[in-house]
């Protein structure tokens, strides 16, 4: 009798055990934000009460007829790894790297084009691999440059090269890309004004599925969902005038307004020359716009279209912070400005982005360069009128 009142006990206790395991599980699921993408590159899973993360963007990564001809052989081997060759000291300090790239990378399905239809060979990623970059936007007046089978090449690519991308889409989502670093949460979105026209010959239910349009509804409402989802939101908006130094008054008007829907860094590209930035305050914490971050690299120049801005780029560099039950903060933002060197070889181009205060610049360039190397410099850093 004893003994079944003790095998009775047991049974009792095991089945208690069990219900506390499914309620703990139960709770634990209703605690995670739905309706993101996250991706852990948390360093270790040791509870930490405060956090730092570094992050780093840069603009327009875009490739003319002119560079890949130059870059692949006979054999179609190509390299583009010079891109890069000085920027590795900078990009490799980040945790989370950014570039817009601008075109489609679908060599398997249409020919290699440059401008007005960007398709360049994969291997252009190689050297963004290199630097230390690892998420690209891919919303961007060219993403339908090789149609909607070429926004799912272009995704397939940035996979296989280990780069995480948002913008577009392999098929219809509401997911929003979050990468967690380090115990900071990050959502990333970027919209477009459009696709060059290319968009007429798709029905709004295909565009939907593979493109985000720079669109005040859509955008509210995913910049209030991603604050939901993550600790710190940037936007990346591909908008404004070719070529126009200074923002319209569009940009400047949508630029607060996503901040005033949760955006942290909005981070614009498309006019492939630098516009200024803007330091916002909202809720106590300083919020980050740049209305351009011009070119990173490209064959736009002084020689090819009378313009030496379209040869300076910025790379900027966030110092972001998050202390437990706080939302993170951006408390620095560091400015490293390039300039695209192009070395002509016959009718072979060799490119090189150059960080405008490397030490060793002059030992590299001639002197006439070096000369135009340090103006870009300067303008760079009084034209973006950083005040953070």
């Given amino acids: 009798m004893r003994l079944k009142k003790e095998v009775k006990l047991t049974i009792v206790l095991v089945i208690f055990i069990i219900l506390l395991i499914v309620l703990f599980n139960v709770l634990t699921s209703l605690q995670k934000p739905k309706g993101g993408r996250t991706l852990s590159l948390s ?3 040791e509870v930490v009460l405060h956090h730092e993360i570094t992050m780093m963007a840069t603009g327009d990564y875009l490739i003319h007829n002119i560079q890949y001809l130059s870059a692949c052989d006979q054999s179609g081997y190509c390299n583009f790894d010079t891109y890069t060759q000085y920027l590795t000291d900078i990009v490799s300090q980040s945790d989370v790297a950014i570039f817009n790239y601008e075109g489609t990378l679908a060599q ?5 084009g ?7 060979p994969n291997e252009v990623l190689e050297p963004m691999v290199n630097a230390g970059f690892n998420v690209a936007a891919t919303s961007n007046n060219h993403s339908l440059d090789s149609r909607l ?4 090449s272009t995704l397939e690519a ?5 780069i995480a991308s948002f913008g577009t889409t392999k098929e219809y989502t509401e997911e929003i890309l979050v990468k967690e670093v380090n115990g900071i949460k990050i959502a990333f979105l970027s ?3 459009g696709f060059n026209g290319l968009e007429g010959q798709y029905t709004q239910e295909q565009l939907n599925s593979h493109v985000s349009f720079l669109d005040e509804e859509l955008m509210e409402k995913e910049i209030k ?3 939901e989802l993550a600790d710190l939101t940037v936007v990346y908006p591909h908008w404004g005038d070719e070529y126009h130094r200074y923002p319209n008054d569009s940009q400047v008007n949508l630029a607060h307004k996503m901040v005033d829907w949760g955006a942290d860094l909005v981070l614009g590209s498309h006019p492939h020359v630098l516009q200024p930035t803007e330091m916002v305050i909202k809720d106590g914490q300083k919020k980050f716009i740049i209305y351009s971050m011009g070119n990173f690299v490209s064959n736009q120049r002084l020689e090819t279209l009378n313009n030496h801005y379209t040869e300076q780029g910025i790379i900027l560099e966030f110092k972001i912070s998050k202390s437990k039950d706080q939302s993170a903060v951006i408390d620095n933002v560091i400015l490293h400005p390039t300039w695209v060197h192009r070395v002509m070889e016959g009718s072979k181009a060799t490119y090189w982005v150059l960080p405008t205060e490397f030490e060793n610049l002059s030992s590299i360039v001639d002197v006439n360069t070096y000369e135009r ?3 870009a410099h300067q303008e760079i850093i009084e034209h973006l009128d950083l005040d953070f």
Avoid: H, K, Q
């Fill in 158 to 162: 940035l996979e296989n090269y280990g």
């Fill in 149 to 152: 089978e070429g926004v799912v």
């Fill in 225 to 227: 969902m991603a604050e």
């Fill in 191 to 193: 919209y477009s004004y």
């Fill in 373 to 375: 190397i340090t103006n």
């Fill in 43 to 45: 360093r270790n899973d």
């Fill in 108 to 112: 398997d399905i249409y020919p290699l």
């Fill in 114 to 120: 440059g401008y007005p239809l960007f398709n360049a």
